[in-house]
């Protein structure tokens, strides 16, 4: 798998053989609920970056919260990229409001523009600069929906000495002709791994507990629940923490656009009873 680590036999002649494989510290997976299977993307990731839009296709943010889900769960450090910068409009989403929602997580946000590498960010402290910072020494994987830009950023990361096949047939908004594979790229002061866009991403192979657990900050702020143990969090839950927070209150907000992202994924995991994920 992309990112593995293996020992090479000394070749006899131009042909290298693979004599073993060695452990992972990590995978990067997606599960694929009609195939009942689980696809692995890369191995031995330090850092999952998130690449999103602030152009076309439109910003999605459940497909954010779900894949920081996976690298919460994993324990993995995530970066988010609001790329295609110069073509944001304020009128359309708040990428202040959606960095900020994020703080309990830790994870950071940067602006960048990958057509243009000298952009200096307007909204965000963190801009494509900072990003090449953040990379150095680690293996990266990015992921993101469909037609985001991965290639393109990837290709200026590398100061444009790699030209991946899928930025050059990208169809921005379509995600026609996107990656369809994983492809490790190296940038000499980091390891880049772009991987295949996507639509949706599914959690539904989580049990409840295990959503929970992906949510650190819900379940950090649902502990707080007079009963915490079994509180659905609903207007008329007694003693419900996110109930008792004061509407007026930025915090607040950005609390219960997380809570609500967490109970439309929990509609999903709800479909499946925990104890056939557990077998």
């Known amino acids: 798998m992309v990112g593995d680590y293996v020992e090479l036999s000394t070749p006899a002649s131009n042909d290298w053989t693979i004599t073993q494989v ?9 599960n694929i609920p009609r195939e009942n299977k689980k ?12 690449v999103v839009s602030a152009g076309k296709p439109d910003y999605k943010r459940g497909l954010v919260d779900r894949y920081l889900a996976r690298a919460d769960f994993w324990d993995i450090p995530a970066f988010v990229i609001f790329n295609k910068m110069d073509l944001y409009s304020p009128e359309t989403f708040d990428v202040g409001f959606e960095s900020e929602r994020l703080k309990w997580l830790d994870v950071e946000c940067f602006e960048a523009s990958a057509l243009d590498p000298s952009y200096n960010p307007r909204y965000l402290s963190h801009g494509f600069s900072d990003l090449v910072t953040k990379l150095a020494g680690k293996t990266a994987v990015f992921v993101g929906h469909s037609g985001v830009g991965k290639s393109h950023l990837i290709t200026s990361l590398t100061g444009g000495e790699v030209q991946l096949l899928s930025g050059e047939l990208g169809s921005v908004g379509k995600g026609a002709h996107t990656t369809t594979w994983a492809e490790l790229i190296d940038a000499k002061d980091f390891i880049l791994i772009d991987s295949p866009g996507v639509r949706s991403l599914s959690l539904s192979d ?29 207007a008329n839950s007694k003693g419900c923490f996110f109930q008792k927070l004061d509407p007026a209150e930025r915090d607040t907000e950005l609390i219960l656009s997380r809570l609500d992202s967490y109970k439309k994924v929990l509609e999903e995991v709800a479909n499946v009873p925990d104890w056939q994920k557990k077998s």
Do not use: G
Request: charged content about 30%; overall charge neutral.
């Open 39 to 50: 696809k692995v993307i890369a191995a031995n990731v330090d850092v999952m970056v998130v």
């Open 206 to 234: 989580y049990t409840r507990e295990e959503l929970l657990q992906s949510f650190s900050d819900i379940q950090e702020f649902a502990t707080k629940c007079q009963f915490s143990s079994n509180c659905r969090h609903e």
């Open 22 to 30: 060695l452990d992972r510290k990590n995978a990067i997976w997606r």
